[in-house]
């Protein structure tokens, strides 16, 4: 079945720790996207990348870097710049980004420790 | 002022009754509509997306969009406690291609 893999499904960073969350699609989908969600609040965008070897700062993009060397994979890192990273983190997916909704991974909820 | 707003709820309406979500957005020149569905711990699914002016229907779910008035509404009919979710309004900006969302309005279904 098509879809969206994101792991670990759980990840604990220590302080001054950087951490990368997987993101692979298998839907053949040209453009990805992570998100972060906090309580209460909308998704909003860190990355997104329409092409290989091509990506864009979202609204949130400080502490966070990106690569998208494949177009299966689009990994996310947590660096220890990120002070506040506690957060639900959701990968996405379109096959046209301005035609249709997306499809997102099963998320990554990362804490501090 | 929101990119796109949203009454977090809770909204709670009785089994098979119609629950009515609405959506604002400030963006003129946005393109396309969607509406998610996300449950307690998981990820959004999308349920209904709508591009033009006027009511969408699929199965038991009406999406609704004015574009005049930047408005756009989810109606549920047959309100069952499985549909107990929060809900997320979406909106894509054509010309900067990402998609904005709501904070969600969370819906209870009572049985």
């Known amino acids: 079945d098509g879809g969206i893999t994101q792991s670990p499904k759980y990840l604990f960073r220590k302080e001054g720790q950087n951490v990368t969350l997987s993101c692979e699609q298998n839907?053949?989908?040209?453009?990805m996207y992570w998100y972060r969600q906090d309580p209460g609040q909308g998704l909003r965008l860190i990355y997104y990348?329409?092409?290989?070897?091509?990506?864009q700062k979202g609204d949130i993009a400080e502490g966070y870097s990106v690569s998208r060397e494949k177009k299966e994979s689009f990994p996310l890192t947590v660096t220890s710049a990120q002070k506040n990273p506690t957060a639900f983190y959701l990968c996405?997916?379109?096959?046209?980004?301005?035609?249709?909704?997306?499809?997102f991974g099963s998320g990554t909820r990362l804490t501090v420790v | 002022q929101k990119e796109v707003e949203q009454n977090s709820g809770p909204l709670s309406v009785p089994e098979g009754a119609i629950a009515s979500l609405n959506c604002t957005y400030s963006?003129?020149?946005?393109?396309?509509f969607f509406w998610y569905r996300q449950y307690s711990g998981k990820s959004p699914e999308l349920i209904m997306s709508?591009?033009?002016?006027g009511d969408k229907e699929d199965g038991r779910f009406t999406a609704q969009l004015n574009k005049a008035s930047q408005y756009v509404s989810l109606l549920i009919r047959d309100s069952q406690p499985s549909d107990s979710a929060t809900y997320l309004c979406?909106?894509?900006?054509?010309?900067?291609?990402?998609?904005?969302f709501g904070a969600g309005t969370r819906l209870t279904v009572k049985p």
């Open positions: 996405a997916s379109s096959p046209k980004p301005e035609a249709s909704g997306y499809t």
């Open positions: 839907l053949n989908h040209d453009a």
């Open positions: 990348s329409q092409i290989v070897n091509d990506f």
């Open positions: 963006d003129r020149v946005s393109q396309s």
């Open positions: 709508i591009y033009s002016n």
């Open positions: 979406a909106v894509n900006r054509e010309y900067n291609n990402d998609m904005r």
